[in-house]
């Protein structure tokens, strides 16, 4: 008996040893899943999370969508310059220039430009748009900008067909035009779709690419195109273009 009561409480030791370490493994089993759980919590909070536009589409189409919404955004800012009074004033220096060629695409007011910044910079962070998309649609900017603003014609079948997929100079020299109708057309600077789309597009000027008069009434003289004039333009005269 005596040797059965040893080997029991043998037995019931190890049994016990047995349960301790078993639970001990739990709870550190508990624990170091706690912690992968919290770790992966905080690694996804700290991970930005793509913009809802953007998340929606594969990488491959990213790129081409964030140009062709930032386009729409500068066309929204362009028909909000001409539509604000307050902005007009800014604006209106771009359509002082008495002759259209391509300076007239360089000559915009200072704090123009720096709204536009800020305009763009918020439509890149809406869009979460990726850094190379905002490089092509920079480039794309500018080259057009400056090439709608060439005093240039086109043969006319070339200009037709051009009209579909860019902005043409005789496309955008109607909305240089010294008729307020014609002024608020063709706001497009790279993409033409969204002047058709939206219906501010016009075709050709009612006085012909011949006849046309660039300009705004308020300043028509050269001396209002000196720089002195220029700066303070946004306080002179009427509002209305």
């Not at 140009?67 to 362009?78: E, G, N, P, R, V």
């Not at 497009?188 to 501010?200: A, I, K």
């Amino acid at each position: 008996m005596g040797v059965s009561r040893r080997s029991y409480a043998a037995q019931r030791g190890v049994s016990e040893a047995a349960v301790r370490k078993s639970i001990a493994t739990g709870h550190h089993a508990r624990q170091m899943g706690a912690e992968t759980a919290a770790g992966t919590a905080c690694a996804a909070a700290a991970k930005p999370a793509p913009q809802a536009a953007i998340r929606a589409v594969g990488d491959n189409l990213a790129v081409p969508l964030s140009t062709l919404l930032m386009d729409l955004a500068i066309y929204l800012q362009h028909v909000l310059f001409h539509a604000v009074p307050g902005l007009w004033r800014l604006h209106r220096k771009h359509h002082t220039d008495l002759e259209f060629d391509v300076t007239t695409g360089l000559r915009f007011h200072p704090v123009e430009i720096v709204l536009s910044m800020v305009i763009k910079l918020a439509a890149v962070m809406a869009l979460g748009a990726p850094a190379v998309a905002v490089l092509l649609f920079e480039v794309l900017l500018n080259a057009t900008a400056l090439f709608n603003h060439a005093n240039i014609r086109l043969p006319v079948g070339l200009d037709r067909v051009l009209r579909w997929v860019m902005v043409t100079p005789d496309m955008h020299r109607v909305h240089h035009s010294v008729i307020p109708a014609e002024t608020n057309s063709n706001f497009g600077f790279n993409l033409p779709w969204w002047d058709r789309l939206l219906g501010t597009y016009r075709a050709q000027p009612k006085a012909g690419h011949e006849g046309i008069t660039i300009g705004i009434e308020q300043f028509r003289t050269p001396r209002d195109l000196w720089l002195d004039r220029m700066l303070p333009q946004p306080f002179r005269g009427q509002t209305a273009g």
